[in-house]
């Protein structure tokens, strides 16, 4: 999953989740899915959205420093399990 996509994808989890705009509160995670897909692939990105998407389906919109957190387990994560195999 590219980042974008993974932006967008949040965007809607937000919209249809919370009383937010999704497209600005998923705005502010673009660079931490940017640094995911820099340091890993697209599958880790797409695991740190599915984190991100639970964490909105359940109530929670992270912000940005806590989506970094979500994104440091991804990829710590991902290189115990030498990137994902």
């Given at each position: 999953?590219?980042?974008?996509?993974?932006?967008?994808?949040?965007?809607?989890?937000?919209?249809?989740?919370?009383?937010?705009?999704?497209?600005?509160?998923?705005?502010?995670?673009?660079?931490?899915?940017?640094?995911?897909?820099?340091?890993?692939?697209?599958?880790?990105?797409?695991?740190?959205?599915?984190?991100?998407?639970?964490?909105?389906?359940?109530?929670?919109?992270?912000t940005p420093a806590e989506a970094n957190a979500?994104?440091?387990?991804?990829?710590?994560?991902?290189?115990?399990?030498?990137?994902?195999?």
């Open positions: 999953m590219e980042p974008q996509e993974a932006v967008r994808q949040l965007e809607y989890a937000i919209d249809a989740s919370l009383d937010q705009t999704g497209q600005r509160a998923a705005a502010g995670y673009r660079p931490t899915f940017e640094r995911v897909a820099e340091r890993a692939d697209g599958a880790a990105v797409y695991d740190l959205a599915c984190d991100l998407a639970d964490e909105v389906g359940g109530g929670d919109c992270p979500t994104a440091d387990r991804v990829l710590d994560d991902w290189a115990y399990t030498d990137g994902g195999e």
